[in-house]
């Protein structure tokens, strides 16, 4: 059994590892978690695997704080207490906080690439600009 990060700032997540044989083969493990504002906070999963782990995530709510306990009743019973503390920000929803994208999900691309239409524009603007300095200068020295 083992506890990843049990000191997490709000809308970040810890995991609750347990190794093969902890529970039986695919069990349904009660899980329940109390603790500030306990019934917004988000759990995965509560079925061991076929060779008996299990891997749960733990995120508070977005207004909690303090211990929270994590409980496990089954074939044995665990458990864990994670401390949440405000850190530097507090949020609104922790579902909207990009720093806690569900692994393996991708941000939607927002821009910051340059489209080749503004470079072509700008250097044919550029070239322009500079063959009219060069007519100038030619027609002053004509003049």
């Known amino acids: 059994m083992n506890v990843d990060d049990p000191i ?19 069990e349904t493990v009660n899980v329940s978690v109390s603790g500030l504002n306990a019934a917004n906070a988000a759990v995965s999963g509560n079925t ?17 704080e ?4 994590i409980a496990f009743e089954g074939s ?3 458990t864990a207490t994670i401390t949440v503390s405000h850190g530097h920000d507090s949020a609104v929803s922790c579902d909207h906080d ?10 939607a691309l927002t821009g910051g690439s340059v489209s080749p ?17 060069a007519a100038g200068a030619a027609r002053r020295k004509r003049a």
């Open 8 to 26: 997490i700032d709000i809308c970040e997540v810890s995991t609750i590892v347990f190794g093969s044989g902890y529970f039986l083969p695919s």
């Open 48 to 64: 061991a695997a076929e060779d008996g782990s299990m891997t749960v995530t733990f995120r508070p709510p977005s207004d909690g």
């Open 66 to 69: 303090g211990s929270y306990a």
């Open 76 to 78: 044995r019973s665990y």
């Open 98 to 107: 990009p720093g806690v994208a569900p692994a393996g999900s991708e941000l």
């Open 117 to 133: 239409w503004i470079l072509g524009g700008g250097a044919v603007a550029l070239v322009a600009g500079g063959a009219l300095v």
